[in-house]
């Protein structure tokens, strides 16, 4: 009973997920539900997943950090600055998840002496990775899926995010300076190994593969298949890797708005109130159950791609729950030695908030020009 309990705890998202696609199949006549899957998406997040682990395998990531920040005497707002910023750059890339693994208990290692210092350095780490992340359509996972729900086109996707990234970037910069400055000794730490160079060679081909089937360059199915057979050759290792709570998530989700559309009166009324209030309307569910599952419900219900892709990458800020990375940073926090939960959700709450409450209207004012 306990480990059902800790399961429910660990994964409330794909158990949500669950009952609301078997509840929804009691309302729609049998069908091929696996028809609804989108299994582009699925594929590509599972590719990504298994390129990114490599990365995570040969210690690119952390070697990279280090080699940014050094060793010796150093200040807590320089460090705080440069911990931040490696994760917003870096989560356009690998993912804001990845990015916050790789950098957070970075962060808990060199302020572990300064406690509050390091909580709130989290806390805009956390607020830097999840804007960072959509500045590209393999940035987040939801951003994976409409890119190519959509059939968007690289013009149309930067279009509406590049501004909202920008200003997003200019206001974590003005959190930095909040840092307290301090004297800060980095102590010196074994040199991190990397793995073999061909690996890390054949890991960022396995990348830029992956870049070529968002994009629509190359079949996903080929893309799935090249991916799969160097992995098995390689490290079977990083299949470890890959977030299947997540990919099932997904699944069940797709399942449950494509139940929903088969019924029309729900259909109607969903459309109604999500038409036009795009933005409004992800933001807001993003914040009860959290952003990805936002986008993949809201988006059975409209055609306005750019500000449902906007609504739902903003709506990562707010609540704890309105983006998992926050969820994972906050993990990570709560193993550090002294942690504070009501100060680090008080402080992270006011900084995220204030940010939706910045970022909200300027991204209404874009896209509406």
Known sequence: ?????????????????????????????????????DTNTIGLLFCLMIAVAGFRESNLLAALSRKLLGKGTAYT???????????????MLFTNDVALIAFV????????????????????????ANLGSMLTPFGNPQN?????????????????TVPVFIVGGILILLLCLFIKNEPLTIQGREKVQLGKKG????????????LLAVFGVMDVIVVFASVCMVAIIL??????GVDYSLLLTFAFFFIFVGNIQNLDAVKNFVTSIVSDREMLASVAVSQVISNVPAAIMLSGFTENARALVVGVN?????????????????????????A????????????????????????????NR
């Not at 320089?78 to 917003?88: A, E, K, N, P």
């Not at 994976?144 to 959509?150: F, T, V």
């Not at 490290?235 to 470890?240: C, K, N, P, Q, S």
Request: charged share 10%; aromatic share 18%.
């Open 235 to 240: 490290d079977l290792r990083l299949f470890a």
């Open 77 to 91: 707002r320089r460090t705080g600055i440069t911990l931040v910023f490696i994760s917003y750059f870096s989560a």
């Open 199 to 210: 690996y890390i060679i054949m890991y960022t081909l396995l990348f830029l593969l992956c």
């Open 314 to 338: 903003i709506g990562g800020l707010g609540t704890l729950i309105a983006s998992l990375a926050s969820v994972i940073s906050f993990r990570i926090y709560m193993e550090t030695d002294d």
């Open 144 to 160: 994976i899926y409409l890119y190519s729900y959509y059939k968007m086109t690289p013009a149309d996707f930067f279009s509406a």
């Open 340 to 367: 504070k939960p009501i100060r680090y959700l008080l402080t992270f709450t006011a900084v995220s908030v204030g940010l939706l409450a910045i970022i909200y209207p300027f991204a209404i004012l874009f896209l």
């Open 105 to 128: 208990p970075l962060t808990a290692a060199i302020f572990a002496d300064k406690p509050k210092t390091m909580s709130y350095v989290i806390v805009v780490q956390t607020a830097a």
């Open 1 to 37: 009973m306990k480990a059902f309990a800790e399961f429910i705890k660990r994964e409330f998202l794909l158990v949500i997920a669950g009952i609301a696609a078997l509840v929804s199949c009691l309302f729609v006549p049998v069908t091929n539900y696996i028809n609804y899957i």
